[in-house]
T-cell receptor, first 110, second 114 residues
């Protein structure tokens, strides 16, 4: 039962451009949403989060947008840098029970 | 150390053998999670411990999988009679009860079943 879905397994963008990673969820009880970044041979690391009471959260080059009616969230990275190349996981939680999407591999080309 | 510690980092075993994977969470973190990532797949939820409450075992794929958490700290994930499809990276994470909800992950234990 995939409650969190990332339908794009990969994304390639040019350095300096915007990267947009998308995520959909099915459980309307999720109250907290997060993005994690994972490099090879390392555990995922927290990137940015948003509470269900907000629709936008910005942290430097990273912005997360939440559309509750559509059960959709997205991560925008601008400008994209080669060091951003990694797998990005979307996660959603309900009372600390956290579920992850399958991940999107982002490649930022110099 | 200050982070989530997992051991072993790599484990190669023969089909049918039992394995134990260990997770030492960050001190003071009451929530502990096990996930696994198979080759080319996302993070698959396995089990979740929160304090002294009964664990959420809904993600365990079969009765060959079990986990315990002793004293509210260290956790052990046990896989009995391993199968080749059990090959994956097993990730442990913990979170603080009064934190922002983010999980802190260990580096994972890579299990290869021959």
């Amino acid at each position: 039962d995939q409650q969190v879905k990332q339908n794009s397994p990969s994304l390639s963008v040019q350095e300096g451009r915007i990267s947009i990673l998308n995520c959909d969820y099915t459980n309307s009880m999720f109250d907290y949403f997060l993005w994690y970044k994972k490099y090879p041979a390392e555990g995922p690391t927290f990137l940015i989060s948003i509470s269900s009471i907000k629709d936008k959260n910005e942290d430097g080059r990273f912005t997360v947008f939440l559309n509750k009616s559509a059960k959709h969230l997205s991560l925008h990275i601008v400008p994209s840098q080669p060091g951003d190349s990694a797998v990005y996981f979307c996660a959603a939680s309900e009372l600390n029970d956290m579920r992850f999407g399958a991940g999107t591999r982002l490649t930022v080309k110099p | 150390g200050a982070g989530v510690s997992q051991s072993p980092s790599n484990k190669v075993t023969e089909k049918g053998k039992d394995v134990e994977l260990r997770c030492d969470p960050i001190s003071g973190h009451t929530a502990l999670y096990w996930y696994r990532q198979s080759l080319g797949q996302g993070l698959e939820f396995l089990i979740y411990f929160q304090g002294n409450s009964a664990p959420d075992k809904s993600g365990l794929p079969s009765d060959r999988f079990s986990a315990e958490r002793t004293g509210g700290s260290v956790s052990t994930l046990t896989i009995q009679r391993t199968q080749q499809e059990d090959s994956a990276v097993y990730l442990c994470a913990s979170s603080h009860p009064r934190g922002t909800g983010e999980l802190f992950f260990g580096e994972g234990s890579r299990l290869t079943v021959l």
